[in-house]
């Protein structure tokens, strides 16, 4: 079973929608958990952490369930440059050392 | 802030020669560098941890001796893969951690094509 887990999609959504993403971890012991964006032939790109209290940064909100071990993201009125892979990711129990989950294609088109 | 750059960004090269790829962060000091390896529509995986001065930690299935690391300074992290075949082509990325946190901050990454 892979450490960190997500629906590889793709997605495609209207201009407008929102979507949700969901992810979910094996290894109970990972302390920190992130969401990345990656453009096509581009490096990752932090997009936020996730915080057990939930964490929402504009159209943006991410949540962690420790409990189901469970990592989510919603976009909000999804715009044309939403479109990218987004990663889910932990950071696992060696310092630093992140997992990083297959990705979710995400388009969103006009 | 926290900028990391890498050279090349991409190469070619025939199988069988070696390739140096640089990992530098350009505006802090970098305790820790990890080396990412992201084969077409997978995703990253970590190859290894290198801390300045001291030996790099590979993870499982990775060749130490093929993809030598070295970590010289602060600013400054560098993979070469020896011997490179076909299928080391692949998308490698660094990333840099101030060692503060537990956030890294990535390169843009090196494309590699091995005919």
């Known amino acids: 079973r892979k450490e960190v887990e997500q629906d590889p999609g793709p997605f495609n959504v209207p201009e407008g929608a929102t979507v949700a993403f969901n992810c979910t971890y094996s290894?109970?012991?990972?302390?920190?958990f992130f969401w990345y964006r990656q453009d096509c032939r581009k490096e990752p790109k932090l997009l936020m952490s996730?915080?057990?209290s939930g964490n929402e940064d504009g159209r943006f909100t991410a949540q962690l369930n420790r409990a189901s071990q469970y990592i989510s993201l919603l976009i909000r009125d999804s715009k044309l440059s939403d479109s990218a892979t987004y990663l889910c990711v932990s950071s696992g129990t060696s310092y630093g050392k992140l997992t990083f989950g297959q990705g979710t294609i995400l388009t969103v088109h006009p | 802030g926290a900028v990391v750059s890498q050279h090349p960004s991409w190469v070619i090269c025939k199988s069988g020669t070696s390739v140096k790829i640089e990992c530098r962060s350009l505006d802090f000091q970098a305790t820790t560098m990890f080396w990412y390896r992201q084969f077409p529509k997978q995703s990253l995986m970590l190859m290894a941890t290198s801390n300045e001065g001291s030996k790099a930690t590979y993870e499982q299935g990775v060749e130490k001796d093929k993809f030598l690391i070295n970590h010289a300074s602060l600013t400054l992290s560098t993979l070469t893969v020896t011997s490179a075949h076909p299928e080391d082509s692949s998308f490698y990325i660094c990333?840099?951690?101030?060692?503060?946190?537990?956030?890294?901050?990535f390169g843009p990454g090196t494309r590699l094509t091995v005919l």
């Open positions: 996730v915080y057990s």
């Open positions: 990333s840099a951690s101030r060692g503060d946190t537990d956030t890294q901050y």
């Open positions: 290894n109970s012991a990972s302390q920190s």
